[in-house]
């Protein structure tokens, strides 16, 4: 689709990431919050007008290693 996806890979504990920034579950896990990091977790940074693009952060695990996951930004074209 559109807009922009900037992520790393990193370790460490998903579950605490996600409780501090306080994202909440992707329950669909669609593709359109994450492309390809099998997104999760989403939290809205910014939810975007007519004029400006909606923003948000994604954590997501697509690999198999323990401790080991995505988070990045998202943003969504208008």
């Known amino acids: ?8 890979s990193v370790q460490g504990d998903m579950a605490a990431l ?3 920034l306080g994202a909440v579950p992707n329950a669909d896990n669609s593709p359109a919050f994450g492309y390809a990091i099998n997104a999760e977790y989403f939290k809205e940074v910014d ?3 007519e004029d400006t ?3 948000g952060v994604v ?4 690999q198999k ?3 080991t996951f995505n988070f990045g930004c998202r ?4």
Do not use: K
């Not at 954590?59 to 697509?62: A, H, K, P, V, W």
């Not at 943003?75 to 208008?78: A, I, L, P, V």
């Open 1 to 8: 689709d559109s807009g922009s996806l900037f992520y790393a």
């Open 18 to 20: 996600v409780g501090r």
């Open 47 to 49: 939810p975007g007008s």
């Open 53 to 55: 693009d909606r923003m």
């Open 59 to 62: 954590i997501g695990r697509d």
């Open 65 to 67: 290693q323990e401790g």
């Open 75 to 78: 943003r969504f074209d208008n």
